[in-house]
């Protein structure tokens, strides 16, 4: 039976995600390592890579060490073909990237969020998308796209479900940005990129099952199981924020009461900081930590203890390598690093405690903006290999 000319490219295009993925792994290698690596003949090996340098995504730099004959031409992966954009929309504020296609930050920008209503948070974030898109320099495939991190339940198509912390419903955010734009434009929830970001660029790189606690306003949650983000059924997996750990407490907003993130997350610090006469400000708390203040201490330690409950119930139930504290509470970790430690290992089964590490996000802030322009980035790789 003869190969149809339709197969024919469904086989190249096969063969050239395979060559893109061998040098995106391994740069910079040579078309001969690639014929080792990869299994494909040299003479295919060759056009494909031709196709690749003639695409503006790869690029020789120069000859590598003999082995005997010729030196190898060696290749490399062309970060600045294209560019990402990364958004952490948080529920008082914007931190936005311009990266490259390797994650390079190019350009990187915060603003305040007045509101968090969904109009006026568009007014805002439409105009910061496109200062960091202006920062862009020229290249062969311009923005490649978008991605946005949002404290609340995403839909399969972009549609923010419910923020409850914005008193978000049913906000057609991709939709909204991809018109806006004209580029696609990838919406998930924050913690959820936080654990992308920290696992590609962070100190996740190399742990395969790891849990990562995004503590801010609320708390949020990513799972990386298996070296894979996993988001349940329905994609909405990882609301731990919303786990009861007072059966009779205080009332939530997501109209369950005593949830975790009402006596362990940045709000709850802030709240019991103004009953003592302290400003709602994360940084002049933990500036006056910083300077011995006890009270603050006191408060951070309280905290800390209560992120340790939540942190114990998580060991048990996911039997994790490492959960990892992310996001503005993270910068606290001096404070509330004792705590945590001391709770979990009280509270969690010995034998889960074993190989898990308690770790701190390495990118600090950043955990959630980085992988929303690693989705962006991700989406455009994959694009190239199903063109």
């Known amino acids: 039976m003869k190969t149809t000319t339709g197969d024919q490219a469904l086989i190249k295009r096969m063969n050239t995600a395979i060559v893109l993925e061998a040098i995106l792994r391994e740069e910079p290698l040579s078309r001969a390592k690639i014929s080792e690596l990869t299994g494909l003949n040299k003479a295919t090996v060759s056009s494909l890579v031709q196709d690749l340098i003639d695409n503006r995504l790869v690029r020789e730099i120069g000859t590598g060490v003999s082995s005997g004959g010729r030196k190898p031409v060696l290749l490399e992966f062309i970060a600045s073909a294209g560019y990402a954009v990364g958004i952490d929309l948080g529920v008082n504020y914007l931190r936005g990237v311009l990266t490259d296609l390797r994650g390079t930050i190019v350009a990187e920008r915060q603003a305040p969020l007045p509101s968090p209503g969904a109009d006026e948070a568009f007014n805002v974030l439409r105009p910061f998308i496109q200062e960091l898109m202006a920062d862009a320099p020229a290249s062969a495939f311009g923005v490649v796209g978008i991605g946005v991190g949002v ?36 919406i998930d929830n924050e913690a959820n990129v936080g654990a992308l970001g920290e696992q590609k660029y962070g100190i996740g790189r190399g742990i395969s099952n790891m849990v990562y606690v995004s503590v801010g306003i609320g708390i949020g949650t990513g799972l990386i199981l298996h070296r894979e983000l996993y988001k349940g059924a329905s994609g909405f997996s990882g609301e731990l924020g919303h786990l009861s750990v007072e059966a009779h407490g205080k009332p939530c907003r997501c109209g369950n009461r005593g949830c975790w993130e009402l006596y362990a997350s940045e709000q709850a610090l802030l709240d019991q900081a103004a009953e003592l006469g302290y400003p709602r400000d994360l940084d002049e708390l933990l500036a006056a930590a910083s300077a ?20 114990s119930n998580i060991v048990n139930v996911f039997n994790p390598n490492a959960v990892v504290i992310g ?59 199903s063109a």
Do not use: C
Request: aromatic residues 8%; glycine residues 12%.
């Open 151 to 186: 404290p609340g339940l995403v839909d399969r198509g972009g549609t923010v479900l419910y923020a409850p912390n914005m008193g978000w419903r049913d906000i057609p955010l991709k939709e909204a940005l991809g018109r806006t734009f004209g580029i696609p434009v990838l």
């Open 327 to 385: 996001n503005r509470m993270s910068k606290a970790h001096p404070w509330l690093e004792e705590a945590v430690r001391r709770t979990v290992e009280q509270r969690a089964l010995g034998f889960h405690l074993r190989n898990v590490h308690l770790l701190y996000a390495e990118l600090g802030e950043r955990s959630a903006v980085m992988g929303a322009a690693e989705l962006a980035i991700s989406a455009f790789f994959d694009r190239l290999k």
């Open 292 to 311: 011995g203040d006890a009270k603050v201490r006191k408060l951070l330690e309280g905290i800390g203890e209560y992120l340790g409950v939540g942190i």
